[in-house]
């Protein structure tokens, strides 16, 4: 639903939610509870990692730790770069 995309948005870069994002929610089956910034640990951040890896444009790294079915509890460069293509392809 539109919360979890307003919960990564938020989380992630702390700007107010726009209208009109709640489609790309409905692809997303996890809620961030915190916020996710550069070195942040967690199973949260996993799950950030595997949502990011279903779609070729925001996968975190094609081979190797952060890869799809190699995903990690670490926020790195990868994610970061990620999450910015998830935003940019949303307009957010």
């Known amino acids: 639903d539109a ?6 948005r938020s ?6 939610v726009t209208q009109g994002v709640g489609a790309a929610a409905s692809i997303c ?4 509870t915190r916020d996710l910034t550069l070195a942040s640990v967690g199973t949260d951040v996993k799950n950030l990692q595997i949502f990011l ?5 925001t996968k975190v790294q094609s081979v190797g730790l952060g890869s799809p ?3 990690t509890t670490y926020f790195g ?4 770069r990620a999450v910015a293509a998830f935003q940019a ?4």
Request: glycine share 12%; charged share 5%; hydrophobic share 30%.
């Open 3 to 8: 919360s979890v995309v307003a919960n990564v």
């Open 69 to 71: 079915g190699q995903e």
């Open 29 to 32: 089956p996890y809620t961030w």
């Open 53 to 57: 890896n279903q779609t070729q444009s």
């Open 77 to 80: 460069h990868g994610v970061l």
């Open 89 to 92: 392809a949303r307009g957010l």
């Open 11 to 16: 989380s992630l870069t702390g700007q107010p």
